[in-house]
C-alpha cells in the first residue's frame, strides 16, 4: 500500500481461498490486458475470458500467458463450454484447453438442459487435470431454481470436484441469484448459505449495489465475480472500507461516534 492506515481488513495473500475476485474479460486487447496487470494484478485472482469472445478475440494465447506470468488463473467462459457440449465435441474442447497451456475451467448448463449426472461426469473428468469452477443457475429470466435444488446441486458439484461453485447472475446481473430489477434474491441467497460453505461459492456481483450487498452480509474476504476489468480496483475499496459505501464497516465505535459529534 502507498501509506498506512488504521483500521484496515487484513485481506488474505494471494493464492487465497476466499476474498476472491474475478474479472470477466469480455474481450479486451493485449494493451488493454498489460494495462490492467500493471494496475491491477495484485487485487485480481481469477480472469475469465467471457461467454463465447475467445472464438473472436485475438491474441488470445498472448492474453492467456499475460495473464498467467502476472499469477492469475485464467478460463474460458461457460457458455463456451456449453457450445462444445451440445456439438457433441468434449474431447475437442479438451484439446483446446490443453493447446492455450490453461490450467482451469468452467462447467455450467445455464444456456443448454443438462442432467445433472451428466454435468458431474464433466467436471468429475475435468478435475483430474484442471481446477474446475461450475455454475448453478438458468441465464433465462424469470426462471426460478428452488432453493434446495440449488443447495442440493452447489453440493454435487463440490463433491465432484468442483474447486468453487459460482451463483449464477449473467454479466449484467439480473437473472439467477437476482430479481429483473438486480436486486439480491435475499430468502434464496440466504438458505444457500444455510447449506453451503460461503468460502466455496463465488457470487456473480457485476454491479456495484450487489457488490456492496454482499460485502455487507459475508465482509471483506466474499468471493466475487463478474467483475468488469475498470471495477476491480474500485471494489477493493469496497472491501477494506475506503469507499461511502462502506466507510463505518471496520472502524470501532469510538470513531464511529466521534464522526457524530
Given at each position: 500500500m502507498?501509506?498506512t492506515?488504521p483500521h ?9 481461498n476466499k ?6 474479460d469480455?474481450?479486451?486487447?493485449i494493451r488493454q490486458?498489460?494495462?490492467?496487470i500493471s494496475?491491477s494484478a495484485?487485487?485480481t ?7 463465447g469472445?475467445?472464438y ?13 506470468e502476472?499469477g ?8 463456451l463450454?456449453e ?7 468434449f474431447?475437442d474442447?479438451m484439446?483446446?484447453?490443453?493447446k492455450w497451456?490453461?490450467?482451469?475451467a468452467e462447467?455450467?448448463d445455464g444456456?443448454i438442459?443438462?442432467p445433472?449426472d451428466k454435468?458431474c ?9 484442471f ?18 435444488l440449488?443447495?442440493s ?17 449473467r454479466e449484467?446481473g ?7 430489477n438486480?436486486?439480491a434474491?435475499t ?10 460453505d460461503k468460502?466455496?461459492i463465488?457470487?456473480?456481483a457485476?454491479q456495484k449495489?450487489?457488490q456492496?450487498?454482499f460485502?455487507?452480509?459475508?465482509g471483506e474476504n466474499?468471493?466475487l465475480?463478474n467483475i468488469?476489468?475498470d471495477?476491480?480496483?474500485?471494489l ?9 459505501d ?6 470501532p465505535?469510538?470513531?464511529k ?5
Amino acid at each position: 500500500m502507498n501509506f498506512t492506515l488504521p483500521h484496515i481488513p487484513e485481506r488474505p495473500a494471494k493464492p487465497r481461498n476466499k476474498g476472491i475476485t474475478m474479472m470477466m474479460d469480455k474481450g479486451l486487447s493485449i494493451r488493454q490486458v498489460e494495462d490492467f496487470i500493471s494496475v491491477s494484478a495484485e487485487l485480481t485472482d481469477i480472469v475469465k475470458l467471457g461467454f463465447g469472445t475467445s472464438y473472436l478475440a485475438k491474441d488470445v494465447e498472448l492474453k492467456i500467458k499475460l495473464y498467467k506470468e502476472a499469477g492469475l488463473k485464467v478460463y474460458l467462459g461457460g457458455t463456451l463450454f456449453e457450445a462444445f457440449i451440445i456439438r457433441g465435441m468434449f474431447k475437442d474442447y479438451m484439446k483446446l484447453l490443453d493447446k492455450w497451456k490453461l490450467d482451469c475451467a468452467e462447467v455450467s448448463d445455464g444456456s443448454i438442459v443438462m442432467p445433472h449426472d451428466k454435468k458431474c461426469e464433466y467436471i468429475q473428468t475435468l478435475s483430474k487435470n484442471f481446477t474446475v469452477l461450475s455454475e448453478v443457475g438458468s441465464k433465462e429470466a424469470g426462471i426460478i431454481i428452488r432453493p434446495a435444488l440449488w443447495t442440493s446441486m452447489m453440493n454435487k458439484e463440490l463433491q465432484a470436484g468442483s474447486w468453487k461453485v459460482i451463483a449464477e447472475a449473467r454479466e449484467s446481473g439480473n437473472v439467477g441469484i437476482y430479481r429483473t430489477n438486480g436486486t439480491a434474491h435475499t430468502l434464496l441467497i440466504n438458505k444457500i448459505l444455510a447449506k453451503v460453505d460461503k468460502d466455496n461459492i463465488l457470487w456473480e456481483a457485476p454491479q456495484k449495489g450487489q457488490q456492496v450487498w454482499f460485502l455487507k452480509l459475508l465482509g471483506e474476504n466474499v468471493n466475487l465475480g463478474n467483475i468488469a476489468y475498470d471495477d476491480v480496483i474500485p471494489l477493493e475499496t469496497l472491501r477494506i472500507g475506503l469507499r461511502g459505501d462502506t466507510f463505518f464497516s471496520y472502524l470501532p465505535n469510538k470513531l464511529k461516534h466521534a464522526s457524530e459529534a
